[in-house]
């Protein structure tokens, strides 16, 4: 593909797509990863003289959340606060933004605008004609073919990939495509039935597949063992039986279980086999995390996706705690994704020691199966032309 930092922008009207998709709660970004994983672009655009718009989607209009609720005012206001930006969100945008030089434009969730998600030509046309070069930068929603990640770089006069989306792509490719071996791919998170895809991609490459959370109640579950009331998915129990025989998946020795599903709960460390119907796996045992962080240690390359257990308790964080460390630790090429494994990262500080933390959930894992994201589809069409 096309890479923005091939291109002169000097003068330039630049549309930068980014992925400023944050948790917001009363009017404040909550975790400004994905914004400060973005910097970088606007900054270079700004440093060859671009004139710079930036367009983002916040939420899911159709869900229920207002208008307010969903604004990206609250990501304009960060960067007014925490950087030294001349930032202003434009709400009135799609017939044309007057951008002057040094400043950067925010335009108004792209979302508000009809036909964004069923990937609109005229909206897309709307979008392009705003620019002389468009810049696909938000790898998080890669996997979305809507106007302003798709279409409207088929209408753009230059459509190129910004530095973010080709660090993705580049880091990404490497830990996928040819991995120092041994590659140990960690899954956890709440079900199996959001993951069976990206399960079945992992166990064709890696050396090694570990599960944690919920998903690795539906393994236990397949062993044979009581789960008592956790969480776990009896209609997939042939489907881990399945993975488990196609490849060497370490069991769960040990086990935190709790009572009541609330922060407050403790957690009993039992072995697998002493589970009772009133309890619910929430953790690792000790035993278990240790086995997985040995293995951790030997490999050269590490995927990690979804926490090992209810992290967000602390008394269920120690085995999500010990699978980061080791990670951390570890010399291998390291890869996290996913949301609640960012969240996971930073609870323990350590986002510096892992080699490359994606800013994609849902893209991360298309990516991970394999599927083409249909807006970097979009690029190499028309790189190809
Ligand atoms: C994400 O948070 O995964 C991306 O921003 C995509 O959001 P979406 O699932 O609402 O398209």
């Not at 236990?220 to 998915?233: D, P, Q, T």
């Not at 960012?342 to 800013?359: C, E, P």
């Amino acid at each position: 593909i096309l890479k923005m930092t091939e291109l002169d922008l000097a003068g330039k009207r630049v549309l930068i797509r980014q992925d400023l998709n944050v948790p917001v709660k009363d009017g404040v970004v909550t975790s400004d990863a994905r914004i400060r994983a973005s910097l970088p672009t606007i900054k270079a655009a700004l440093k060859q003289g671009a004139k710079v718009m930036i367009m983002s989607h916040l939420g899911r209009p159709t869900e229920g959340e207002t208008a307010a609720e969903l604004s990206l005012l609250p990501v304009v206001n960060y960067l007014k606060e925490k950087t030294d930006l001349n930032v202003r969100l434009s709400t009135d945008y799609l017939d044309g933004v007057d951008v002057k030089d040094g400043e950067v434009v925010v335009l108004e969730n792209v979302r508000f605008n009809v036909g964004e998600s069923k990937d609109d030509e005229t909206l897309a046309k709307k979008y392009a004609a705003l620019c002389d070069i468009y810049v696909m930068d938000a790898f998080g929603t890669a996997h979305r073919a809507q106007a302003s990640t798709h279409s409207v770089g088929v209408f753009a006069p230059v459509a190129c990939g910004g530095p973010l989306l080709v660090g993705e792509l580049d880091a990404l490719g490497k830990a996928l495509h040819n991995p120092k071996r041994p590659l140990v791919a960690i899954v956890g998170g709440s079900k199996v039935s959001t993951k069976l895809t990206v399960l079945d991609a992992l166990s064709k490459i890696a050396d090694q597949l570990i599960v944690g959370g919920g998903i690795s109640n539906t393994f236990i579950a397949a062993r044979g063992y009581n789960v008592g009331r956790s969480l776990h998915e009896a209609n997939l129990i042939p489907e881990a039986k399945r993975l488990m025989d196609s490849l060497d998946i370490p069991e769960t020795v040990d086990v935190r279980v709790g009572k009541h599903f609330n922060e407050s709960e403790p957690a009993v460390i039992k072995d697998v086999s002493e589970v009772q119907d009133d309890e619910e796996i929430m953790d690792y045992g000790p035993q278990t995390a240790e086995n997985v962080a040995a293995i951790l240690k030997g490999a050269k390359t590490i995927l990690w996706n979804g926490p090992c257990g209810v992290f967000e308790f602390d008394n269920f964080a120690k085995g999500t705690e010990v699978v980061a460390r080791a990670i951390a630790a570890s010399d291998a090429f390291s890869i996290a994704g996913g949301g609640d494994t960012l969240a996971a990262i930073d609870k323990w500080n350590l986002s510096d020691q892992i080699s490359y933390i994606s800013t994609g959930g849902g893209a991360f894992l298309e990516f991970v199966e394999g599927k083409e994201l249909p807006a970097v589809a979009m690029l190499e069409a028309r790189a190809a032309k």
